[in-house]
């Protein structure tokens, strides 16, 4: 199970950090990620913190945001600075395990509003 908290409404401009509890060890999965799904428009992956450490980021937030692994706390953080309109949507934790066959894992999602 995995728990979304920080969500919010913030002034253009300013930040969040957005907080991801798993149930249990996130040792084994692949990647731990966050994506995002606004209006009308499809789910993309916004970070994504591969197994090893390194992390892949979203174009439009490269620069802005930073995503945290923490496997000793099964915990995985988004850190949002430079909040823009554009990133108004709803934010998804993930889990993607790879083996035996890629099966992903979401968390219920939880709302963030940039708007003055």
């Known amino acids: 199970q995995l728990v979304e908290s920080g969500g919010g409404l913030v002034q253009p401009g300013g930040s969040l950090r957005l907080s991801c509890a798993a149930s249990?060890?996130?040792?084994?999965?692949?990647?731990m990620g966050w994506y995002r799904q606004a209006p009308g428009k499809q789910r993309e992956l916004v970070a994504g913190?591969?197994?090893?450490?390194?992390?892949n980021y979203a174009d439009s937030v490269k620069g802005r945001f930073t995503a945290v692994r923490d496997n000793a706390n099964n915990m995985l953080y988004l850190q949002m600075n430079s909040l823009k309109p554009e990133d108004t949507a709803v934010y998804y934790c993930?889990?993607?395990?790879?083996?035996?066959?890629?099966?992903?894992?979401w968390g219920q999602g939880i709302q963030v509003t940039v708007s003055s």
């Open positions: 993930n889990a993607l395990r790879i083996r035996p066959t890629p099966l992903h894992y």
């Open positions: 249990g060890s996130i040792d084994s999965f692949y990647q």
């Open positions: 913190v591969i197994i090893g450490g390194s992390t």
